[in-house]
């Protein structure tokens, strides 16, 4: 007989490798079996829908992301709609919740979605001190940025952890997304890294002979 652990079980799996048919075959039967406030160490219900898992192609530096496995928007969609899922849910390790994930993986429809949830928690944090706004700008998803920026409590100006902190801001110069610089600036930001990409961007035009342009 199918007990409740086996249920769990299952449901990580099909969350994790997006199996929608199994998705709905047991949201549809068993739904008054799943736990939804439960947590592992790395995921979430709502963490596994959102994540792209990675695959192990041999060697060291050989993981990287599945695309078969990309988040759906409608299982997201229907998670949402559960009572007792609670949007801002973080992983116990890294503490990342599902918007962090999608903010991550670059997904703007799920991200719009989680967005528009009246309890998410735009900046929260994880173990890092990253936020959503931190790692969209960092992976240079423009979209996701911008739908960020649109919120009208949006931290632009809090930091990483560790001894070199950064804002989104700098996350986004260092990587050369130079649009969400511009995007930034128009909100808050630390005067003090703006002065640091200021220089920098003074020693790119020296470098290319355009010096008289910047300044």
């Given amino acids: 007989s199918i007990n409740n652990d086996h249920i769990y079980h299952a449901f990580w799996e099909i969350l994790t490798y997006k199996k929608?048919?199994?998705?709905?075959?047991?949201?549809d039967r068993y739904l008054?079996?799943?736990?939804?406030?439960?947590?592992?160490?790395n995921?979430?219900?709502?963490?596994?829908?959102t994540s792209t898992p990675g695959s192990w192609s041999g060697g060291p530096g050989k993981f990287r992301s599945n695309e078969t496995f990309t988040p759906k928007t409608y299982m997201v969609e229907r998670l949402l709609k559960q009572k007792y899922i609670d949007i801002?849910?973080?992983?116990?390790?890294?503490?990342?919740t599902a918007l962090h994930k999608i903010s991550k993986s670059g997904h703007a429809e799920i991200?719009?979605?989680?967005?528009?949830?009246?309890?998410?928690?735009?900046?929260?944090r994880n173990t890092y001190g990253y936020?959503?706004?931190?790692?969209?700008?960092?992976?240079?998803?423009?979209?996701?940025?911008?739908?960020?920026?649109?919120?009208?409590?949006?931290?632009?100006?809090a930091k990483t952890q560790g001894d070199n902190p950064k804002?989104?801001?700098?996350?986004?110069?260092e990587q050369h997304h130079y649009t969400i610089v511009d995007m930034l600036l128009k909100?808050?930001?630390?005067?003090?890294?703006?002065?640091?990409?200021?220089?920098?961007q003074l020693l790119r035009a020296s470098y290319e002979n355009d010096l008289p342009k910047v300044i």
Wanted: aromatic residues 8%; glycine residues 2%.
């Fill in 187 to 200: 909100h808050d930001f630390d005067t003090n890294e703006k002065a640091i990409i200021d220089a920098r």
């Fill in 111 to 124: 991200a719009s979605l989680l967005l528009n949830h009246p309890n998410i928690n735009i900046n929260q």
């Fill in 167 to 173: 804002s989104a801001l700098l996350l986004a110069e």
């Fill in 131 to 157: 936020t959503a706004l931190m790692y969209a700008s960092e992976k240079g998803y423009d979209d996701i940025v911008e739908m960020l920026l649109k919120q009208n409590n949006i931290d632009t100006k």
């Fill in 43 to 49: 995921y979430t219900f709502l963490v596994s829908a």
């Fill in 32 to 41: 008054n079996k799943i736990d939804f406030e439960k947590a592992s160490e």
């Fill in 88 to 96: 801002n849910q973080h992983t116990e390790e890294e503490h990342d």
């Fill in 20 to 27: 929608d048919k199994m998705f709905d075959i047991l949201m």
